[in-house]
């Protein structure tokens, strides 16, 4: 990531061609966030530098109407559901909120209530506030009283069914107490994990020498879309009841009022939720819940007002994706002033330089924080990604007094620094050689833009020991490998004695070890329990299935999500070892088939090539297969009239989407790819089909319509 541009929300000097051209910048990038976010619970930047980026998004599709984008950021709520669940089609759409920065928007919030219902600026109009919740939005379905499913939100028409998972959160009642039960009861509230319960999981995953847990939220979110319950059942996971989806009867007609009904059926709800009349009482509110924040024993991160009128709900409605009656009242960034100290240059896997501020210890929102992310040198410079100046062309030097943030629980990032306080006379000096290995460190021109990556990189490769550590903490990380007891610090000290150089030193450890004259159970920390223990945990993973492999190799651009296509496609090492080396050749036919990988693109591909290529890595590559086997991918659902073929999609598919019939094509063991050739066996070709049918219709490939494409798998 070439780190988070601070950038100014209301477009001033903007052409069309520049707007244009950042909408769809700002479509993609705010999309890779969301799929960060909701697909793999890893986000790499702040909710407030998301909640920026989305709100210059809609700054400028109000400046310029024309440029709306149909990919608009505006226009979806989520991200899709992934496979691995069971769907659940919302009966009630799960919608999101607007959201509001500062009072005037709130003030605009409830103008713009009174203007929509035809008020006047006196008749009394109450509105409930409540602290939003910082973890993931769940749907209970509860019939005659008794809990029936769970569903997670997904893209808000469609969710996944976590039922078995949510039936193990104790805040969550099997079934409903008290009268006053209507037949269909769908409640829905915010899964989440306490702070206190949150640092105790990390004491225990920091005493198994595992890596720690981000954030509450997205170990909430990975808690509960686990396919083992047993494993849900064992984290603290709570809930907080504020909304509803389908009922069969409205048992109050205040949301204030449904409140109380749901804590009277079981359900928790949130002590700060307040009934208020005016625009002054709502902000009042927030301040005090603000001010609260830091010793809740929960994270949220703003204050959610809405009608407390149903009926008014009701004539409201919603606009979009989100609904009139209701807003979000986000919390700014947490800021604090403080020095820097020091820029510490770390190396990553890829050999990355990623500068690092060591900070005076300052408290921010209820945490101390030393250190803070600079992103890169342009980040240093005062210079944002797109060449641009950030902080109006201000540097940062060792010294300086700086303004930090931090939003939500993720790291903390240098926003400005006050230059009436600067004492250094010379700007910092960002290396050009590695600091690890002293190779040169060089910013490779990109060849589309013609600019210089944002990135410095180390060019020592396999010599450098920074990025041989850090690729033996990616090899045995969660993902990947997960070595039990083999975490960052073993990591960190097998590699300093000598011990493990490479991830395919990890498999002889034992062996060396037996032969060594100092014993790992004779060293510090260690005796002979704990020492056979790893042994033991390494040999558990010398089977493992193929898309871990890969990931774990830590290839740049090979992250789970390509390293599944690439298992999905080859099926096994030896298969995939074979199509790299033919590829290597890039007139062939071979590279040609790894680009139709639908969904694996050409920088992936290069990446992966590129690293294969280089002796040393594939040595150990070819080392590590002596030692350890990866599952094959087994061929699925063989009696499907799909399984093993190629299919290639094309056209406008109208009773389904391209990405269902791409997930149903791969669950029936089908390869989907993105272009017709020799080796496709099916094309199915929806409406407004060009080319690709005409090749088909040339190769003699069999085509189907979508028609025929839905009896197919009908009948599969
Ligand atoms: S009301 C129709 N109330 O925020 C909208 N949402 O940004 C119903 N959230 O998807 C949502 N706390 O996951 C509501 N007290 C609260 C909330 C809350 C957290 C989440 C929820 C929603 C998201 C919208």
Redesign the pocket.
Known sequence: MSGEPIREIVPRKLTDEQAAEELAALASEIAEHDARYHNDDAPTISDGAYDTLRKRNTAIEERFPDLVREDSPSNNVGSPVQSKFDKITHKVP????DNAFDDGDVADFSASVRRFLNWKEGDPLTFTA????DG??LALRYERGELVSAAT?GDGQVGENVTANARTVKDIPRKLSGGNVPDIVEI?G?VYIGKADFAALNVEMEAAGKQLYVNPRNTAAGSLRQLDSRITASRPLKFFA??WGEMSKLPADTQFAMIEQMAAWGFST?PLTARLESVEALVAHYRTIEESRAGLDYDIDGV?YKVDDLGLQGRLGFASRV?RW?I?HKFPAELATTILREIEIQIGRTGALSPVARLDPVTVGGVVVSNATLHNEDYIAGVGSNGEPIREGRDLRIGDTVTIFRAGDVIPKVMDVDLSKRTAKEPFEFPTVCPACGSPAVRPIDEKTGRADSVRRCTGGFICPAQAVEGIKHFVSRNAFDIDGFGDKQAELFHELGMVMNPADIFTLRERDKRSLKRLENRDGYGKTSANKLFDAIDDRRKIDLHRFIFALGIRHVGEGNAKLLARHYRDADTLLAAIDAAQDREGEAWVEMLDIDGFGETAATALLDFMADPNRRGVVDALLTEVTPNPVEQVASSSPIAGKTIVFTGTLEQTTRSEAKAVAERLGAKVSGSVSAKTDLLVAGEKAGSKLKKAAELGVDTLDEQGWLDLVASA
């Open positions: 799960m919608l999101s909120l409540e602290p939003k919740i993931l939005s939100r829905r915010e504020y909304a949130n959610v609904p209701a979000a």
